[in-house]
């Protein structure tokens, strides 16, 4: 079945440094989600890619599809203290009826 | 609703006991999902609905696990005789159907079994 692999797993910044976290698939997928889980919280919807090659941008978070459809990384340029949490992508695959989640990046950003 | 409401929000039960989880979706979405989150874990997919059906079952762990979705609206995932590796926080989340909608998550219930 699909796999979604997602490195780090952890990542600690000083506040001000830059931060990514990057997202592969076992194969090809329709479109790539990414959520954001603060701690304590639930997951809440970031943004959507579904084009090859696509760059969306949102504020100081940057998020890329790669042009085979296959990985995405998420960007976040001076990271500040309420960045903190764990961020997730989720990969829907052609035909499929669900997402498959990503094990996640857990954010700690040192003030 | 404003948003997807579980309940309860936190569940302790005997090893052994059944328990029933629910979930209300935003009115409107015709897919809901049921997932399980491990302490510090990623989510791991249980079942998807499509209005009262279940076109996908795959992810539930066994068959003490069960759900249901009536009037295309509140779920229900039910877990006969829990075990200890039953602990987790249980997510549910519904979009505005299949496809590359966003997914809005509940708060989740938090079972402990003891």
């Known amino acids: 079945g699909q796999q979604v692999m997602q490195i780090p797993q952890y990542q600690h910044v000083q506040e001000g440094e830059d931060f990514t976290t990057y997202c592969n698939s076992s194969?090809?997928?329709?479109?790539i989600q990414w959520y954001k889980q603060r701690p304590g919280g639930h997951p809440v919807f970031l943004i959507q890619?579904?084009?090859?090659?696509e760059v969306k941008k949102q504020k100081r978070l940057t998020f890329q599809f790669g042009e085979a459809k296959k990985n995405s990384s998420l960007h976040i340029t001076a990271t500040q203290t309420t960045d903190v949490g764990t961020y997730f992508c989720?990969?829907?695959?052609?035909?499929?009826?669900?997402?498959?989640f990503g094990k996640g990046t857990k954010l700690s950003v040192i003030p | 609703g404003a948003g997807v409401s579980q309940s309860p929000s936190n569940k302790v039960t005997e090893k052994g006991k059944d328990v029933e989880l629910r979930c209300d979706p935003i009115s409107g979405h015709t897919a809901l999902y049921w997932y399980r989150q491990s302490l510090g874990q990623g989510l791991e997919f249980l079942i998807y609905f499509q209005g009262n059906s279940a076109p996908d079952k795959s992810g539930l762990p066994s068959d003490r696990f069960s759900a249901e979705r009536t009037g295309g609206s509140v779920s229900t995932l039910t877990i006969q005789r829990t075990q200890q590796e039953d602990s987790a926080v249980y997510l549910c989340?519904?979009?505005f159907g299949r496809g590359p909608y966003e997914q809005y998550f509940g708060p989740g219930t938090r079972l402990t079994v003891t």
């Open positions: 989720a990969g829907e695959g052609a035909g499929s009826y669900q997402l498959t």
């Open positions: 194969t090809t997928l329709s479109n």
């Open positions: 989340a519904s979009s």
């Open positions: 890619l579904v084009k090859s090659g």
